[in-house]
Protein backbone atom coordinates (compact mmCIF):
# COMPACT_ATOMS: atom_id res chain seq x y z
CA UNK A 1 0.00 0.00 0.00
CA UNK A 2 0.96 3.41 -0.98
CA UNK A 3 0.98 5.28 2.16
CA UNK A 4 -0.88 8.96 2.00
CA UNK A 5 1.39 11.67 2.45
CA UNK A 6 0.57 14.16 5.31
CA UNK A 7 1.50 17.27 5.44
CA UNK A 8 2.02 18.48 9.01
CA UNK A 9 1.87 22.34 8.82
CA UNK A 10 3.52 23.71 12.20
CA UNK A 11 4.31 26.91 14.01
CA UNK A 12 3.72 30.51 12.04
CA UNK A 13 3.18 33.93 12.28
CA UNK A 14 0.54 33.72 15.37
CA UNK A 15 1.43 34.79 18.66
CA UNK A 16 0.30 30.93 19.27
CA UNK A 17 3.79 29.90 17.40
CA UNK A 18 5.08 27.66 20.26
CA UNK A 19 1.76 26.19 21.82
CA UNK A 20 1.88 25.16 17.69
CA UNK A 21 4.67 23.71 17.93
CA UNK A 22 3.78 21.37 20.96
CA UNK A 23 0.67 20.11 19.22
CA UNK A 24 2.54 19.32 16.00
CA UNK A 25 5.37 17.34 17.78
CA UNK A 26 2.56 15.23 19.61
CA UNK A 27 0.44 14.59 16.11
CA UNK A 28 3.54 13.70 14.35
CA UNK A 29 4.55 11.21 17.40
CA UNK A 30 1.53 9.67 17.12
CA UNK A 31 0.64 9.24 12.79
CA UNK A 32 0.18 5.46 11.99
CA UNK A 33 3.27 5.33 10.42
CA UNK A 34 1.86 2.14 8.63
CA UNK A 35 -0.68 4.69 6.73
CA UNK A 36 0.87 7.41 6.84
CA UNK A 37 4.03 9.06 6.13
CA UNK A 38 4.66 13.08 7.43
CA UNK A 39 6.16 15.81 5.43
CA UNK A 40 6.76 18.34 8.06
CA UNK A 41 6.39 21.92 6.58
CA UNK A 42 7.32 24.42 9.37
CA UNK A 43 6.61 27.95 9.39
CA UNK A 44 9.11 30.60 10.89
CA UNK A 45 8.00 33.69 12.63
CA UNK A 46 8.12 36.06 9.91
CA UNK A 47 5.88 33.12 7.68
CA UNK A 48 8.54 31.21 5.47
CA UNK A 49 7.67 28.16 5.09
CA UNK A 50 10.89 24.87 5.63
CA UNK A 51 10.65 21.66 4.67
CA UNK A 52 11.64 20.02 8.18
CA UNK A 53 13.55 16.93 8.80
CA UNK A 54 11.48 14.98 11.27
CA UNK A 55 14.22 13.97 13.66
CA UNK A 56 15.78 17.47 14.54
CA UNK A 57 13.00 19.95 13.71
CA UNK A 58 12.47 21.29 17.39
CA UNK A 59 14.26 23.05 19.55
CA UNK A 60 14.13 22.18 23.39
CA UNK A 61 11.11 20.68 22.77
CA UNK A 62 10.49 19.13 26.20
CA UNK A 63 10.51 22.78 27.41
CA UNK A 64 7.13 24.81 27.15
CA UNK A 65 9.01 28.01 27.70
CA UNK A 66 12.27 26.96 25.19
CA UNK A 67 10.85 24.91 22.69
CA UNK A 68 11.38 26.70 18.96
CA UNK A 69 11.62 25.90 15.24
CA UNK A 70 14.85 24.24 13.71
CA UNK A 71 14.42 26.15 10.85
CA UNK A 72 15.64 24.43 7.92
CA UNK A 73 17.49 25.51 4.84
CA UNK A 74 15.04 23.91 2.22
CA UNK A 75 12.77 26.64 1.74
CA UNK A 76 9.51 26.00 0.34
CA UNK A 77 7.49 27.42 -2.57
CA UNK A 78 3.76 27.63 -3.18
CA UNK A 79 2.64 27.32 -6.83
CA UNK A 80 -0.89 26.73 -7.09
CA UNK A 81 -1.45 25.02 -11.06
CA UNK A 82 1.65 23.26 -11.27
CA UNK A 83 1.94 19.86 -10.38
CA UNK A 84 4.62 20.53 -7.75
CA UNK A 85 1.98 22.66 -5.68
CA UNK A 86 4.57 22.85 -2.72
CA UNK A 87 8.52 22.68 -3.79
CA UNK A 88 11.90 22.70 -2.32
CA UNK A 89 13.26 26.44 -3.40
CA UNK A 90 17.01 25.00 -3.45
CA UNK A 91 16.19 21.78 -5.84
CA UNK A 92 12.89 22.22 -6.99
CA UNK A 93 11.77 18.90 -5.84
CA UNK A 94 8.17 18.32 -4.80
CA UNK A 95 7.29 17.70 -1.32
CA UNK A 96 4.21 15.52 -2.61
CA UNK A 97 1.66 16.22 0.06
CA UNK A 98 -1.92 14.58 -0.67
CA UNK A 99 -3.66 15.89 2.66
CA UNK A 100 -2.15 18.71 5.09
CA UNK A 101 -3.33 18.83 8.74
CA UNK A 102 -2.95 22.76 9.49
CA UNK A 103 -1.53 22.17 13.34
CA UNK A 104 -1.30 26.37 13.28
CA UNK A 105 -3.33 28.37 16.04
CA UNK A 106 -4.53 31.78 15.57
CA UNK A 107 -3.95 34.60 13.17
CA UNK A 108 -2.66 33.30 9.60
CA UNK A 109 -3.30 29.60 10.53
CA UNK A 110 -7.03 29.16 12.01
CA UNK A 111 -8.45 31.86 10.51
CA UNK A 112 -9.12 30.96 6.99
CA UNK A 113 -6.22 32.61 5.14
CA UNK A 114 -4.05 29.34 5.36
CA UNK A 115 -7.27 27.24 4.84
CA UNK A 116 -7.61 29.58 1.55
CA UNK A 117 -4.48 28.73 0.24
CA UNK A 118 -4.90 25.29 0.64
CA UNK A 119 -7.86 25.05 -1.31
CA UNK A 120 -6.28 27.18 -3.83
CA UNK A 121 -3.71 24.51 -3.99
CA UNK A 122 -6.29 21.88 -4.23
CA UNK A 123 -4.96 19.61 -1.38
CA UNK A 124 -7.42 18.66 1.22
CA UNK A 125 -7.31 19.59 5.05
CA UNK A 126 -8.23 19.02 8.56
CA UNK A 127 -10.55 20.80 10.17
CA UNK A 128 -13.34 23.97 9.05
CA UNK A 129 -12.71 24.99 5.62
CA UNK A 130 -12.13 29.24 4.72
CA UNK A 131 -15.67 30.35 5.99
CA UNK A 132 -16.23 28.78 9.15
CA UNK A 133 -12.22 29.06 10.03
CA UNK A 134 -12.58 33.03 9.17
CA UNK A 135 -16.09 33.30 11.57
CA UNK A 136 -15.28 31.05 14.33
CA UNK A 137 -11.53 33.03 14.88
CA UNK A 138 -13.38 36.24 15.04
CA UNK A 139 -15.02 36.42 18.29
CA UNK A 140 -17.46 39.39 17.67
CA UNK A 141 -18.77 38.05 14.05
CA UNK A 142 -19.22 34.36 15.48
CA UNK A 143 -21.31 35.78 18.56
CA UNK A 144 -23.45 37.48 15.98
CA UNK A 145 -24.04 34.72 14.06
CA UNK A 146 -24.94 32.33 17.14
CA UNK A 147 -27.38 35.23 18.83
CA UNK A 148 -28.70 35.06 15.05
CA UNK A 149 -29.06 31.36 15.59
CA UNK A 150 -30.77 31.24 18.87
CA UNK A 151 -27.52 30.35 20.97
CA UNK A 152 -27.05 31.70 24.44
CA UNK A 153 -23.77 33.52 24.75
CA UNK A 154 -22.80 36.34 27.60
CA UNK A 155 -23.39 40.32 26.67
CA UNK A 156 -20.88 42.12 24.90
CA UNK A 157 -19.90 44.95 22.88
CA UNK A 158 -17.61 45.37 20.28
CA UNK A 159 -15.18 48.85 19.57
CA UNK A 160 -13.10 49.50 17.15
CA UNK A 161 -9.62 51.90 17.18
CA UNK A 162 -11.13 54.96 16.52
CA UNK A 163 -14.14 54.64 18.64
CA UNK A 164 -14.68 56.94 21.77
CA UNK A 165 -15.37 54.88 24.17
CA UNK A 166 -17.87 55.93 27.06
CA UNK A 167 -16.24 53.27 30.04
CA UNK A 168 -18.33 54.76 32.59
CA UNK A 169 -21.77 54.10 30.24
CA UNK A 170 -20.02 50.71 29.54
CA UNK A 171 -19.88 49.77 33.35
CA UNK A 172 -23.29 50.64 33.30
CA UNK A 173 -24.82 48.50 30.82
CA UNK A 174 -22.60 45.11 31.13
CA UNK A 175 -21.48 45.84 34.87
CA UNK A 176 -18.70 45.11 36.79
CA UNK A 177 -15.97 43.13 36.31
CA UNK A 178 -15.68 42.75 32.34
CA UNK A 179 -13.92 41.16 30.32
CA UNK A 180 -11.56 42.67 27.30
CA UNK A 181 -10.49 40.92 24.56
CA UNK A 182 -9.18 41.28 21.38
CA UNK A 183 -11.76 40.14 18.46
CA UNK A 184 -9.04 37.26 16.57
CA UNK A 185 -6.45 35.83 18.92
CA UNK A 186 -6.76 33.04 21.00
CA UNK A 187 -5.05 31.54 24.18
CA UNK A 188 -6.01 34.27 26.40
CA UNK A 189 -3.50 36.91 24.57
CA UNK A 190 -4.28 40.21 25.12
CA UNK A 191 -7.42 39.23 27.37
CA UNK A 192 -7.88 41.13 31.17
CA UNK A 193 -10.27 41.27 33.59
CA UNK A 194 -11.21 44.43 34.97
CA UNK A 195 -12.95 45.09 38.02
CA UNK A 196 -12.97 48.93 38.01
CA UNK A 197 -12.87 51.92 35.59
CA UNK A 198 -8.85 52.32 35.80
CA UNK A 199 -8.68 48.40 35.10
CA UNK A 200 -10.97 48.73 32.05
CA UNK A 201 -9.14 51.75 30.34
CA UNK A 202 -6.15 49.72 30.97
CA UNK A 203 -7.36 46.47 29.82
CA UNK A 204 -8.50 48.33 26.36
CA UNK A 205 -5.45 49.44 25.75
CA UNK A 206 -4.33 45.95 26.05
CA UNK A 207 -6.67 44.22 23.50
CA UNK A 208 -6.07 47.59 21.33
CA UNK A 209 -2.05 46.61 21.11
CA UNK A 210 -3.52 43.13 19.63
CA UNK A 211 -5.94 43.81 17.18
CA UNK A 212 -8.27 46.90 16.13
CA UNK A 213 -11.34 45.18 17.26
CA UNK A 214 -12.27 44.10 20.64
CA UNK A 215 -14.98 42.93 22.59
CA UNK A 216 -16.10 44.26 26.22
CA UNK A 217 -18.14 41.29 27.63
CA UNK A 218 -20.39 40.93 30.75
CA UNK A 219 -17.93 38.48 33.35
CA UNK A 220 -20.43 35.00 33.33
CA UNK A 221 -19.90 33.42 37.06
CA UNK A 222 -20.01 29.77 36.21
CA UNK A 223 -18.10 26.61 35.80
CA UNK A 224 -15.77 26.42 32.30
CA UNK A 225 -16.85 23.11 30.33
CA UNK A 226 -15.37 22.11 27.14
CA UNK A 227 -17.04 19.91 24.47
CA UNK A 228 -15.46 18.87 21.35
CA UNK A 229 -17.33 18.15 17.56
CA UNK A 230 -16.08 15.95 15.00
CA UNK A 231 -17.44 15.02 11.44
CA UNK A 232 -18.66 16.88 8.39
CA UNK A 233 -22.31 16.60 7.64
CA UNK A 234 -23.50 14.39 11.05
CA UNK A 235 -20.75 16.35 13.57
CA UNK A 236 -20.63 13.97 16.99
CA UNK A 237 -19.58 15.56 20.18
CA UNK A 238 -17.59 14.57 22.72
CA UNK A 239 -18.34 14.03 26.63
CA UNK A 240 -17.91 17.20 27.96
CA UNK A 241 -14.75 17.81 29.99
CA UNK A 242 -13.93 20.87 32.54
CA UNK A 243 -11.35 23.57 33.22
CA UNK A 244 -10.88 24.56 36.35
CA UNK A 245 -7.98 27.48 36.48
CA UNK A 246 -6.36 28.22 39.29
CA UNK A 247 -5.60 31.23 38.21
CA UNK A 248 -8.47 34.42 38.43
CA UNK A 249 -9.56 32.90 35.05
CA UNK A 250 -7.78 30.61 32.03
CA UNK A 251 -5.13 33.18 31.44
CA UNK A 252 -1.97 32.45 28.97
CA UNK A 253 -0.26 31.69 32.45
CA UNK A 254 -2.49 29.15 33.34
CA UNK A 255 -2.52 27.57 29.98
CA UNK A 256 1.04 27.48 29.19
CA UNK A 257 3.53 28.61 31.46
CA UNK A 258 2.46 27.44 35.03
CA UNK A 259 2.26 23.47 34.92
CA UNK A 260 -0.55 23.71 37.80
CA UNK A 261 -2.12 26.56 35.98
CA UNK A 262 -5.36 24.55 35.78
CA UNK A 263 -6.62 21.21 36.53
CA UNK A 264 -8.83 19.48 33.77
CA UNK A 265 -11.32 16.75 34.46
CA UNK A 266 -12.59 14.50 32.58
CA UNK A 267 -15.21 13.99 32.15
CA UNK A 268 -17.10 17.11 33.91
CA UNK A 269 -18.79 16.13 36.72
CA UNK A 270 -22.54 17.11 35.24
CA UNK A 271 -26.07 15.56 35.34
CA UNK A 272 -27.40 13.41 32.52
CA UNK A 273 -29.75 16.59 31.70
CA UNK A 274 -26.58 19.20 31.52
CA UNK A 275 -24.58 16.92 29.00
CA UNK A 276 -27.35 16.62 26.99
CA UNK A 277 -27.28 20.40 26.69
CA UNK A 278 -23.90 20.60 26.29
CA UNK A 279 -24.08 18.50 23.49
CA UNK A 280 -26.59 20.00 22.00
CA UNK A 281 -25.54 22.86 21.98
CA UNK A 282 -22.24 22.19 20.65
CA UNK A 283 -23.39 20.87 17.52
CA UNK A 284 -25.72 23.71 16.51
CA UNK A 285 -22.88 26.00 17.37
CA UNK A 286 -20.43 23.83 14.79
CA UNK A 287 -23.72 24.07 12.30
CA UNK A 288 -24.47 27.47 12.85
CA UNK A 289 -20.62 28.61 12.69
CA UNK A 290 -20.48 26.43 9.48
CA UNK A 291 -17.54 24.50 10.47
CA UNK A 292 -16.21 21.02 9.39
CA UNK A 293 -13.96 18.51 10.48
CA UNK A 294 -13.73 19.50 13.73
CA UNK A 295 -13.70 22.27 16.47
CA UNK A 296 -14.16 22.54 20.50
CA UNK A 297 -17.13 24.41 21.37
CA UNK A 298 -16.44 26.42 24.64
CA UNK A 299 -19.14 27.05 27.61
CA UNK A 300 -19.98 28.40 30.63
CA UNK A 301 -22.51 26.77 32.76
CA UNK A 302 -23.94 29.20 35.32
CA UNK A 303 -24.79 27.71 38.86
CA UNK A 304 -28.91 28.05 37.49
CA UNK A 305 -27.97 25.68 34.90
CA UNK A 306 -27.98 27.58 31.79
CA UNK A 307 -25.23 26.99 29.35
CA UNK A 308 -23.44 30.17 27.59
CA UNK A 309 -21.33 29.04 24.87
CA UNK A 310 -18.09 31.52 24.84
CA UNK A 311 -16.01 30.54 21.68
CA UNK A 312 -15.11 27.94 19.23
CA UNK A 313 -11.82 26.90 18.41
CA UNK A 314 -11.60 25.19 14.96
CA UNK A 315 -7.92 24.02 15.50
CA UNK A 316 -7.87 22.96 19.56
CA UNK A 317 -4.55 21.95 21.24
CA UNK A 318 -3.53 18.86 20.23
CA UNK A 319 -0.58 18.25 23.11
CA UNK A 320 -1.45 14.98 24.93
CA UNK A 321 -2.64 16.68 27.25
CA UNK A 322 -5.05 18.81 25.63
CA UNK A 323 -8.67 18.90 26.16
CA UNK A 324 -9.46 18.14 22.56
CA UNK A 325 -7.69 14.64 22.03
CA UNK A 326 -8.78 13.75 26.09
CA UNK A 327 -12.25 14.08 25.60
CA UNK A 328 -12.29 12.16 22.36
CA UNK A 329 -10.03 9.48 24.37
CA UNK A 330 -12.97 9.81 27.29
CA UNK A 331 -15.67 9.41 24.45
CA UNK A 332 -14.07 6.11 23.21
CA UNK A 333 -11.37 7.10 20.53
CA UNK A 334 -7.71 6.76 21.38
CA UNK A 335 -5.30 9.88 20.03
CA UNK A 336 -3.85 8.11 16.59
CA UNK A 337 -7.55 7.03 15.72
CA UNK A 338 -8.48 10.34 15.73
CA UNK A 339 -5.84 11.66 14.33
CA UNK A 340 -6.75 8.94 11.85
CA UNK A 341 -10.45 9.94 11.45
CA UNK A 342 -9.82 13.81 10.65
CA UNK A 343 -7.52 13.10 8.19
CA UNK A 344 -10.10 10.90 6.42
CA UNK A 345 -12.91 13.46 6.73
CA UNK A 346 -10.51 15.69 5.08
CA UNK A 347 -10.23 13.31 2.33
CA UNK A 348 -14.20 12.73 2.12
CA UNK A 349 -14.88 16.73 2.45
CA UNK A 350 -12.53 17.21 -0.38
CA UNK A 351 -14.13 14.60 -3.15
CA UNK A 352 -17.37 15.53 -2.25
CA UNK A 353 -16.64 19.07 -3.19
CA UNK A 354 -15.17 17.75 -6.47
CA UNK A 355 -17.81 16.21 -7.42
CA UNK A 356 -19.78 19.28 -7.92
CA UNK A 357 -20.13 21.32 -10.97
CA UNK A 358 -18.37 23.79 -11.22
CA UNK A 359 -19.96 25.76 -14.44
CA UNK A 360 -23.90 25.22 -15.64
N1 LIG B 1 -17.22 36.82 29.72
C1 LIG B 1 -16.40 36.12 30.49
N2 LIG B 1 -16.74 35.82 31.77
C2 LIG B 1 -15.91 35.11 32.58
N3 LIG B 1 -14.71 34.65 32.18
C3 LIG B 1 -14.30 34.92 30.92
C4 LIG B 1 -15.13 35.65 30.01
N4 LIG B 1 -14.49 35.76 28.84
C5 LIG B 1 -13.31 35.12 28.99
N5 LIG B 1 -13.17 34.63 30.25
C6 LIG B 1 -12.00 33.92 30.78
O1 LIG B 1 -10.89 34.14 29.92
C7 LIG B 1 -10.48 32.93 29.27
C8 LIG B 1 -10.07 33.20 27.84
O2 LIG B 1 -11.12 33.81 27.12
P1 LIG B 1 -11.60 33.28 25.71
O3 LIG B 1 -12.74 34.12 25.29
O4 LIG B 1 -11.84 31.83 25.80
O5 LIG B 1 -10.37 33.62 24.77
P2 LIG B 1 -9.25 32.71 24.06
O6 LIG B 1 -9.69 32.58 22.65
O7 LIG B 1 -8.00 33.50 24.17
O8 LIG B 1 -9.21 31.39 24.78
C9 LIG B 1 -11.68 32.02 29.42
O9 LIG B 1 -11.30 30.67 29.37
C10 LIG B 1 -12.23 32.43 30.79
O10 LIG B 1 -11.42 31.90 31.84
MG1 LIG C 1 -10.77 30.13 25.21
Known amino acids: MTKIRVGIIFGGRSAEHEVSLQSAKNIIEALDKNKYEPVLIGIDKHGGWHLQDNADFLLNSSDPRLIALNKSNQDLAVTPGQENRLMVVSSKADANIDVVFPVLHGTYGEDGTMQGLLKLLDIPFVGPSVLGSAV ?55 ISKAKNEDELKRAVDVAFQFDNKILIEES ?39 ENGAALEIPAKLGEQEVKLIQELAIRTFKTLELEGMSRVDFFLKPNGEALVNEVNTIPGFTKISMFPKLWEASGISYSDLIDRLIQLAIERHKNEQALKTSA
Open 136 to 190: AMDKDVAKRLMRDGGIPIAEFSVYRKEDNINFSAVIRTLGLPLFVKPANLGSSVG
Open 220 to 258: VEGREIECAVLGNENPMASIPGEVIPHHEFYSYEAKYID
